[in-house]
């Protein structure tokens, strides 16, 4: 081969050469977008994985917080209970009073009749 028929195929190796160059730039620049975004997808799990530990977490706290709203919902009921006995406790010892004293103020008149 003479020069002369060189010069074409050193040309056209020259801009296979240039062309595999800007390939792999492409490819390294893919290859650092496929990177990235895989790094996205690892943190999203990360993130959702906390996410479902919290929630579990916040569905302990909610049963255990239930169970304690029962539980003073019992208390409450109970001491309603109590204050309604005394209420009627109170009523009926009222009721004896204002007899007590009427009988009181009717034997103090009887005696002061005598």
């Known amino acids: ?14 801009a296979m050469s240039h062309k595999l160059e800007r390939s792999g730039v492409e490819v390294k620049a893919l290859a650092a977008s496929c990177e990235a ?8 799990c990360l993130a959702i994985r906390d996410l479902e530990k919290d929630r579990a977490e916040l569905e302990v ?14 208390q409450l009921d109970k001491l309603e209970t109590e204050v309604a006995d005394g209420r009627s406790k109170l009523v009926s010892a009222e009721r004896e009073c204002a007899e007590e004293r009427r009988r009181f103020s009717e034997e103090r008149k009887a005696n ?3």
């Open 37 to 44: 975004e895989h790094q996205a997808y690892l943190r999203g």
């Open 61 to 74: 706290n909610l049963r255990v917080d239930r169970a304690h709203c029962e539980s003073l919902q019992d």
């Open 1 to 14: 081969l003479t020069t002369l028929h060189m010069r074409p195929l050193v040309r056209e190796g020259k």
């Open 112 to 114: 002061e009749q005598l």
